[in-house]
């Protein structure tokens, strides 16, 4: 399907929906605005830093994480039960959706195209190291490589491992130096 | 048309975090990307549909896709979202197939720029 026919299509079935009630274009654009501005990785980063900093929270966060997550209120929806695996020095933790596309939006916002894409679907299963080689992330053969595969009912994060030379960092600093990517576990944090 | 429960944004706003790196993507490639993405949340915090309900159907869309597409198919995503929502809303009798061509066709056939 082209561009042009995908957006008409698009546009079709949003007029159909418009004109029978179903939906006001009002909130459609409240939605996109929200997952734009307010849903993202900024929130799965905070909780990330709170681990790093507080041994208890941290605790909390591993052994039940949806409840940590209510206690933010985040405004990002998904998250009906919220894991978060812990990267250590001997195993990496990866994330994946082999069905589809499931995602913690509410703590990471809305998946990257590759993470949708049916190349890194399959293959991360299979083969994780090459993947995350790809990404520039090469994990030691020492250490083990788990791969979480998310569904409607659990989505993964990963809370990944903090650089040494973050230590005594106040959280927001720590905060602000999460990626995207060390929470679905592709990439690995440096201190650089 | 629907209350969304936002309860603590300003709470979430007032912690002045910065967005992480590798955070600059851009969220919809393309305008319809978020518009039909907007739809399905919105019909679903409308009540229209459970998520999960929505999940399910994307999830046949896309097993199909990867069965049946050859490799010069490029893998839509937006496309497998919006057939899968497209798919519910017939299958709950909120809109009919033959509706959504009709509809399609007549905007296609439009002149260029009487759309706006």
């Known amino acids: ?192 | 048309m629907t209350d969304v429960p936002q309860p603590s944004l300003e709470k979430v706003l007032s912690e002045h975090l910065q967005p992480p790196m590798a955070n600059g993507e851009v969220l919809f490639e393309a305008p319809w990307h978020g518009r039909v993405f907007g739809m399905a949340v919105a019909l679903h915090e409308a009540g229209v549909f459970n998520w999960d309900e929505f999940q399910l159907q994307l999830i046949d869309v896309i097993k199909l896709w990867d069965r049946t597409a050859s490799d010069a198919d490029e893998y839509q995503y937006y496309e497998h979202f919006q057939t899968a929502l497209q798919q519910l809303m017939v299958d709950k009798g909120l809109l009919s197939r033959e509706d959504l061509a009709l509809r399609q066709t007549h905007l296609a056939n439009l002149p260029h720029g009487h759309d706006h």
């Not at chain 1, 998250?79 to 939006?105: A, G, I, M, Q």
């Not at chain 1, 916002?109 to 992330?137: H, Q």
């Not at chain 1, 053969?141 to 973050?166: C, F, G, N, Q």
């Open chain 1, 1 to 192: 399907m082209s561009q042009t026919t995908a957006a008409i299509r698009a546009q079709a079935l949003e007029s159909l929906l418009t004109e029978r009630g179903l939906l006001d274009a009002d909130l459609i654009d409240d939605v996109i605005v929200r997952y734009n501005e307010r849903v993202g990785p900024m929130n799965g980063a905070k909780l990330v830093a709170h681990a790093w900093s507080d041994v208890a929270f941290k605790k909390r966060l591993l052994t039940d994480a949806t409840a940590v997550v209510n206690e933010f209120e985040f405004s990002g929806g998904q998250v009906d039960k919220l894991v978060v695996v812990e990267n250590t020095p001997d195993t990496h933790n990866v994330v994946v959706c082999t069905l589809c596309s499931c995602y913690p939006w509410a703590v990471l916002g809305l998946p990257p195209k590759w993470y949708k894409d049916p190349a890194y679907r399959s293959r991360v299963v299979r083969e994780p190291r090459s993947v995350l080689a790809e990404f520039g992330t090469f994990i030691s053969t020492e250490k083990k490589i788990r791969v979480w595969d998310s569904s409607a009912e659990i989505r993964y994060m990963v809370l990944p491992e903090m650089p040494a030379a973050w230590q005594g960092r106040d959280v927001d600093s720590l905060a602000a130096s999460v990626s995207r990517d060390s929470m679905i576990g592709v990439t690995v944090l440096d201190a650089n």
